[in-house]
């Protein structure tokens, strides 16, 4: 039987970090605090990491000062390409850094046990042992935001492939507009929830805050709005089969701003993945259930992994 452990989790974010202290064991986390805090920003990529590495050593200290029992490991998880066997963060576009040493710096700061990981692929471990993918031991786990990334879950354990497996948003669907990756037609250049907000005002000049907008317009019955998000919709169907024929998925789990939607995505989702699967397994379709908690969880289940050895 796995004893209750006491960890420190961190998921961090390109505006803040999110913090948690959390205490059980893999199968029963329970958040004890919680904070969030501003991502902190230094003018080169390494200031940034050594900002963040000492404002993620004041926290484990504070909380350290004053939780019942001794915090014993810190997980930490973060955007971009990250080397998890190294600890290491090879690239983060938005923050800035490249192969800085993140776990051996943690380390020597708190002498504490230190996992860090992937935040998509944390939070596709806390949504397959504790969410909506439990149960199933193959699936993709695919938060939509600013880009779309995805938690591979194949054979009942996370695919890394080194750091690099899960770039879903970069999959390209043939001819399209130029992504910043250098391919043309990328998913997230229709799919991901910045990309339907900026469709939606190309196509007709009015700004909106974000893809909860587009939906709200698409139910008011805006042609415009309606028409991006079928774009959109298609998108993801077509990746959606081609990862289901690729992997044979049992399920996928969607995430993120353009899953707040909730059935105005996945019915017609739904629908159109009917229509296009042939030989495929159909994979079920769930909204993610653990929200913005699903890294900071995974985060915590990475560390008490590593206590239980």
Request: charged residues 20%; proline residues 4%.
């Amino acid at each position: 039987m796995p004893s209750s452990r006491t960890v420190v989790a961190v998921d961090v974010g390109g505006t803040d970090i999110k913090a948690a202290l959390v205490e059980g064991d893999p199968a029963a986390p329970a958040v004890v605090d919680r904070l969030r805090r501003a991502t902190p920003r230094g003018s080169t990529g390494t200031e940034t990491a050594d900002a963040l590495v000492s404002l993620i050593a004041e926290l484990v200290k504070s909380w350290s000062a004053t939780a019942a029992n001794p915090v014993e490991a810190v997980g930490v998880v973060v955007p971009g390409i990250v080397d998890a066997d190294a600890g290491v963060g090879v690239f983060s576009a938005n923050l800035g850094w490249r192969d800085y040493p993140f776990r051996a710096a943690l380390s020597d700061r708190l002498g504490l046990p230190v996992v860090f990981d992937h935040d998509v692929r944390a939070g596709g471990l806390a949504e397959s042992r504790l969410g909506a993918a439990r149960g199933f031991t193959d699936a993709v786990v695919m938060p939509i935001g600013t880009g779309i990334a995805a938690a591979l879950v194949l054979g009942g354990r996370l695919h890394s492939g080194g750091g690099y497996a899960g770039e879903v948003g970069h999959l390209s669907l043939g001819a399209g507009e130029l992504c910043g990756c250098g391919q043309h037609g990328c998913l997230e250049l229709r799919a991901s929830s910045a990309a339907v907000a900026r469709r939606y005002t190309e196509r007709t000049g009015r700004p909106v805050h974000g893809a909860v907008d587009v939906a709200n317009a698409v139910r008011a019955g805006d042609p415009a709005a309606a028409a991006v998000w079928a774009e959109a919709v298609e998108a993801l169907a077509q990746a959606v089969i081609l990862l289901t024929t690729l992997l044979g998925l049992q399920a996928v789990v969607l995430g993120g701003g353009l899953a707040m939607a909730g059935e105005l995505l996945l019915a017609p989702l739904g629908d159109r993945l009917d229509e296009l699967i042939s030989f495929q397994r159909r994979p079920e379709l769930r909204l993610a259930a653990l929200g913005d908690e699903a890294g900071c969880l995974g985060a915590a289940l990475l560390a008490m992994d590593l206590l239980e050895g």
